[in-house]
């Protein structure tokens, strides 16, 4: 019967650390505030698809659209490397015709 009340508190105290510890972590998170991104590296893509720093810009389209993404959303990796224009900002992008992808968040 001792055996088994000391399985049940060592139970019972690995929950409660593990829970106190989650706990901890997620109120760390919320003290440190926002994440904002202060400026971009222009970036680019290698030879195997990989963005990479080339200096060409902030931003990027296609000529065959209107739209523009950060170099790091979803849907500047599926711009053809051809077909890639380089925008240095969002205003020079704006000035250009083209407005921002709806799915690039924070641009």
């Not at 510890?21 to 440190?32: P, V």
């Not at 296609?62 to 900002?89: D, L, M, Q």
């Not at 992808?101 to 641009?107: E, R």
Request: hydrophobic letters at 40%.
């Amino acid at each position: 019967m001792m055996n088994r009340r000391e399985d049940l508190f060592l139970v019972t105290l690995i929950v409660l650390v593990g829970l106190g510890s989650f706990g901890l972590g997620r109120l760390s998170a919320i003290e440190q505030g926002e994440v904002r991104i202060e400026s971009v590296s222009a970036l680019s893509r290698d030879a195997t698809g990989s963005l990479e720093d080339q200096g060409k810009g902030g931003f990027v389209g296609s000529i065959n659209s209107t739209k523009y993404h950060a170099p790091w959303c979803s849907g500047a990796s599926r711009i053809a490397r051809e077909n890639e224009i380089w925008f240095a900002s969002e205003e020079e992008a704006q000035r250009a015709g083209y407005t921002p992808a709806a799915n690039c968040k924070g641009i």
